[in-house]
């Protein structure tokens, strides 16, 4: 009974702050803005942050596939497969996130800011199979294209454009070279690569397996190497 008491109770708080955020936006999505701090607009943007889902009840799904609905209910264009694990995003409807992309702990998307007087919005848009690292933050007006990664604790600056398959990270963040290959360089080898195996290893010769040539064979009827042999004969013919 009391399970099913804490459920109900967690199903029923949340359903309310969907309600009273998608409600104070007048259940239509954000829009960019840039205006000054003096304006109607800004005090109605600031009055909706009181009004957002609490971040603590936010978090209590991360992790989970619970948290994918509860932000595409939430107004965030979000694809299949995403891994969220406690991603804040204060503007969600001005967020769009592609398939199989993941946004780790502690990672922001903010699609807003103050400079100088001026309240400033604009779109964020995440590229299928990107990676936010963990504690990594996102500026408004970026876009991220397919398979980039930020790195963790980074902070993309607005505005950027970061290109399909890059590695950025830094404060602000920047283009990285790519990591090496972390592939031993004797794995993977197929017959007739460039690179021979190393001398000392097994060699196959039809179906028999012979040692290693600098073994030094003892009895048990294996072969001597061939110029032990002809070292043997030379000393008999004497």
């Known amino acids: 009974v009391l399970a099913a008491q804490t459920l109900l109770a967690v199903l029923f708080t949340t359903g309310y702050f969907v309600l009273v955020e998608?409600?104070?936006?007048?259940?239509?999505?954000?829009?960019?803005?840039t205006c000054s701090i003096y304006e109607p607009y800004f005090w109605?943007?600031?009055?909706?942050?009181?009004?957002?889902?609490p971040d603590a009840l936010d978090r209590m799904f991360a992790g989970t596939p619970f948290k994918n609905v509860l932000s595409?209910?939430?107004?965030?264009r979000l694809g299949k497969r995403v891994f969220d694990d406690g991603c804040f995003l204060p503007?969600?409807?001005?967020v769009t996130i592609g398939d199989?992309?993941?946004?780790?702990?502690?990672?922001?998307?903010?699609?807003?800011s103050q400079e100088d007087g001026a309240f400033k919005s604009d779109r964020i848009t995440i590229g299928g199979g990107s990676t936010i690292g963990t504690g990594g933050f996102v500026h408004y007006g970026v876009t991220m294209s397919e398979d980039a990664t930020l790195a963790a604790d980074s902070f993309l600056m607005k505005g950027e454009d970061v290109p399909a398959r890059?590695?950025?990270?830094?404060?602000p963040a920047e283009q990285l070279p790519a990591p090496p290959s972390v592939q031993p360089r004797h794995a993977g080898r197929t017959r007739g690569a460039e690179r021979a195996l190393p001398r000392h290893a097994n060699r196959i010769v039809g179906a028999a397996v012979t040692?290693?040539?600098?073994?030094?064979p003892r009895?048990?009827?294996?072969?001597l190497p061939q110029r032990l042999r002809a070292g043997v004969g030379d000393r008999r013919l004497r």
């Open 22 to 33: 998608r409600a104070a936006a007048g259940f239509r999505p954000l829009r960019p803005q």
């Open 44 to 53: 109605w943007h600031e009055r909706y942050w009181k009004l957002v889902i």
């Open 72 to 76: 595409r209910l939430l107004g965030v």
């Open 91 to 94: 503007e969600r409807t001005l």
């Open 100 to 112: 199989d992309a993941t946004l780790n702990a502690g990672s922001v998307l903010q699609s807003h």
């Open 166 to 171: 890059t590695h950025w990270g830094g404060n």
């Open 211 to 216: 040692g290693p040539q600098h073994a030094n």
């Open 219 to 223: 009895g048990g009827g294996r072969a």
